[in-house]
């Protein structure tokens, strides 16, 4: 199974401000995954992330708010642009092996 | 697209006790798997299940794809079981169910 590694696992972060989430996987795969999960509730898939093209998002979620790059089959990251408090969620990144998704630690971020 | 729903949302349980998580699906099943994710926000894959019947020490799990519909029995309930249970289906992009938060008392 791949291990996923996500930096920060945490932050606190001030509203108006940005803030960039690393994913990385131990090993070369196709596509990466990027879900929100705000407070008690369920996965949402933000976007998919392929190298070499523009992520797909997913109705609701606009590049402008949440960039995302992909430089390469290993790495990926996703800004959460202009914060309010209603960003305040925890952002997971996932991958793809076998059928099988398997996700980092996440990154739990709340906007003051 | 495809909507999933889990029953119960919330179960207290004894330790030592057995339960059964339910998961029902509007479409057809594809890839369905069940995750646990544990106090600290963590996601567990526990089985990828896209028909019939897996079973992983005290875990098991059973997809009856033809009915749209999948069970996660946990036996002997012990206090590290607990956390949130979702199950999840779709090719690649995962649409995922509401869960179900099961806490277990010593």
């Known amino acids: 199974s791949a291990v996923i590694s996500q930096k920060p696992s945490r932050d606190i972060c001030q509203r108006g401000t940005s803030l960039t989430i690393q994913c990385q996987v131990d090993s070369q795969v196709t596509m990466m995954f990027w879900y929100r999960q705000q407070p008690g509730q369920s996965l949402t898939l933000i976007a998919t992330a392929n190298q070499g093209s523009e992520a797909t998002y997913e109705s609701g979620f606009v590049i402008d708010k949440f960039p995302i790059s992909r430089p390469n089959l290993t790495f990926s990251t996703l800004t959460v642009s202009n914060m309010s408090p209603e960003d305040s969620s925890i952002y997971l990144c996932?991958?793809?092996?076998?059928?099988?998704?398997?996700f980092g630690p996440g990154t739990r971020l709340t906007v003051t | 697209g495809i909507q999933v729903e889990q029953s119960p949302p919330d179960l207290i349980l004894q330790e030592g006790a057995n339960s059964t998580l339910r998961c029902n699906f509007s479409d057809s099943v594809n890839n369905l798997q069940w995750f646990h994710q544990n106090p600290w926000g963590q996601l567990i894959n526990l089985f990828y299940?896209?028909?019939g019947t897996k079973q992983n020490g005290r875990l098991s799990a059973t997809t009856v794809a033809t009915e749209r519909y999948s069970l996660l029995y946990i036996s002997s309930s012990q206090t590290t079981d607990s956390g949130v249970y979702f199950c999840a289906s779709g090719y690649s992009t995962l649409t995922f169910g509401k869960g179900t938060m099961l806490l277990v008392s010593p």
């Open positions: 299940i896209p028909s």
């Open positions: 996932s991958v793809e092996q076998e059928y099988e998704q398997y």
